[in-house]
């Protein structure tokens, strides 16, 4: 299946060693919470989720083995590089292209029941949550609820001498890419501004079961992050050197299991949108 948009500045990998972290963190996010849909939205027939930022499609294709057949599943990202081909797509699932930081199109306003998000912490450029949380508000119905699970890069639990070098050396990277994350445990005070109620928000870190699972996608993830950063600035013509981090981040992928820890702070929120917003 070919991509739509190869061309985006997405700073992570899209090949199958990529798509497979991204399964892996599924399986982490599941033991970490228990549930994928919060167990505080109502399970209604006919009701519609979206998903944005779809990735492979794991949260949907699992959602579809865990929810009633008579729930609609619909997955949207800039690229389909990552959805299995459409033969193995369950039949009350979709999966198409959209851009979720611009206005949805009219035949999706107003729509859903739920909008579910995962993992966008490297997807916004700067801090500005606005054009996703407007995109968001337009999909839900009234009294909808957004349910919203993302990792916090600027809290993180990292202890060991190389991995706390190693962090050190990935923040200069992220300034230097642009890349921000503060926004992520702004989050649930960023929601009513939007219209949102907050119902629920946590940000516990990974128990002992989950911290292994969590330092290797991690450095995964970021080994991908310094390829994009690299490609991204060179084809911006303002190349960014990424040698040092990946010398460190290549001895402690060699070492991963020596008791280090490299985790992000999972942040977790669910909101409901006010009946006239
Ligand atoms: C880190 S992946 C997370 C995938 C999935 N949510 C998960 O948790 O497994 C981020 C995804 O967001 C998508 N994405 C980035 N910018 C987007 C945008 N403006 N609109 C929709 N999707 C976007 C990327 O293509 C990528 O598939």
């Not at 949207?76 to 851009?99: E, H």
């Not at 202890?159 to 642009?178: H, N, P, R």
């Not at 330092?215 to 970021?222: F, I, P």
Request: proline residues 6%; charged residues 20%.
């Amino acid at each position: 299946m070919g991509s739509v948009s190869q061309r985006d500045r997405y700073p992570l990998g899209r090949d199958v060693s990529d798509s497979i972290r991204l399964d892996a963190q599924h399986l982490l996010w599941r033991m970490h919470l228990g549930y994928i849909l919060h167990p505080q939205i109502p399970i209604t027939k006919g009701m519609k989720i979206a998903e944005l930022g779809t990735g492979t499609g794991v949260w949907i294709l699992d959602a579809a083995r865990c929810l009633p057949s008579t729930v609609e599943l619909h997955g949207y990202d800039i690229s389909n590089y990552q959805y299995p081909p459409r033969k193995f797509w369950p039949r009350n699932v979709t999966m198409g292209i959209l851009d979720s930081l611009t206005d949805p199109p009219p035949q999706l306003v107003g729509q859903y029941d739920v909008v579910h998000l995962r993992m966008w912490a490297s997807n916004l450029k700067g801090n500005d949550t606005s054009p996703l949380l407007e995109h968001v508000k337009k999909l839900l119905k009234p009294g909808g609820y957004v349910q919203w699970e993302d990792a916090d890069l600027v809290n993180q639990a990292v202890s060991g001498e190389e991995a706390e070098k190693f962090a050190a050396l990935m923040q200069e990277i992220f300034e230097k890419a642009g890349l921000q994350y503060e926004w992520v445990s702004e989050l649930p005070a960023r929601l009513p501004g939007h219209g949102f109620e907050v119902l629920h928000a946590g940000n516990t870190k990974f128990n002992y079961g989950c911290v292994q699972l969590c330092t290797n996608t991690y450095l995964m993830a970021m080994a991908e992050i310094l390829r994009g950063v690299q490609r991204n600035s060179v084809a911006n013509k303002s190349p960014i050197t990424v040698r040092d981090q990946e010398e460190v981040l290549s001895k402690l992928l060699q070492n991963s299991r020596n008791g280090m820890v490299y985790n992000w702070i999972p942040v977790v929120v669910l909101g409901q949108k006010k009946e006239n917003a």
